[in-house]
């Protein structure tokens, strides 16, 4: 089945979604937005893996393609032999995005993990990536819809079990992301926090006291309901750096947890207490080729000011089994940290 979209269907749609900017602003969080870590640093990191799954598609491991499991001591599992899988929060099953460039529709599929039985298949008219699945339902996800790779974005709510799209958010306006009970929270660039229900009212909830010259690029809440991770991108002279900071679903608190420059990702673990992150040293690239590299760290959500530099030791590295049985650091890209 097709679910058709098209801008001229989305200009239509009632959404119910009163998007309401709250005022203020500006200011800093807690640390200032400062880069010397607060006094006596964090506490040394200890440990080198956490309980749960790792989800990723780092070839560079086993010189594979798709997505693997990694768990504490076990071999890798492999769950898709090319396309990246984006799992739900308790790792039940997981949705995949096929984007066709030369006819523009996306496949959508949805994949039981255990039994690799397919629950749903879609086709998409466009463009559709950066599928967000519910924490709250096994039909429901967000992803992000264009006509194609460079069109103007839409931010959709999608009911896999009605084959339809309940709503929709420009992505211009801010980052969407979903909360424990199946609500949304949208966070506007300047901080303007509102949360949700699809389809139904939304009311502010909050507002980031960021620093100066500071945006919101992206959001994740935890499984507790309690903080979101950010992405705060900061421009000044002429070049962006991009990082992690930390507060409660107010916004209050705000704290920053990476001073890398280079960290555009964060997972959550599933209890809670550690994030990782990316430290993307970003890529030149020229006729032959590119060089660069990716790792894929994680820190005490308590943290602040986290280098990422193995010399200081604020933060570890991922180590997981590749196929052959060796110990190896995890590279990116990390897509989901389960039960």
Known sequence: MTISISKAWLAALVVGMALVTACGGGGGGDDGGG??????????????????????????????????????????????PKLPARPWPDGAQYATADWN???????????????????????????????RPSPASKDMIIGTWGE????????????????????SMDTASGSLNWLPDGRYIHIT???????????????????????????????WVN?????????????????????????????SGLGRLTITKLSHLARWSPDGTRIAFDVDTGHFCNGVGCVGTCEVWHAAATDRNVRALPAVGDALRFRVKDRAGSEQRLGCDLLGWTD
């Open 35 to 80: 880069t010397t870590p607060p006094p006596g640093g964090n506490p040394p990191a200890t440990g080198e893996y956490q309980p749960g799954r790792l989800w990723h598609d780092n070839y560079a491991l086993d010189y594979r393609s798709g997505t693997q499991i990694a768990s504490a001591g076990d071999a890798p599992v492999q769950v898709t």
């Open 101 to 131: 460039v030369y006819d523009d529709y996306t496949d959508i599929v949805v994949t039981e993990t255990a039994s690799s039985q397919v629950r749903y298949s879609t086709r998409v008219d466009g463009y559709f990536r950066d599928i």
């Open 148 to 167: 194609d790779s460079t069109s103007d974005a839409t931010d959709v709510f999608v009911d896999l079990a009605g084959m339809k799209v309940l709503a």
């Open 189 to 219: 660039p300047a901080g303007a926090i509102t949360v949700g229900t699809v389809g139904g009212a939304s009311q502010p909830h909050g507002q980031l006291a960021l620093p100066a010259a500071h945006e919101v690029a992206y959001v």
């Open 223 to 251: 499984r507790q309901g309690t903080q979101m991770a950010l992405r705060l991108l900061h421009a000044e002279g002429g070049s962006t750096e991009s990082d992690i900071w930390v507060s409660a679903l107010d916004g």
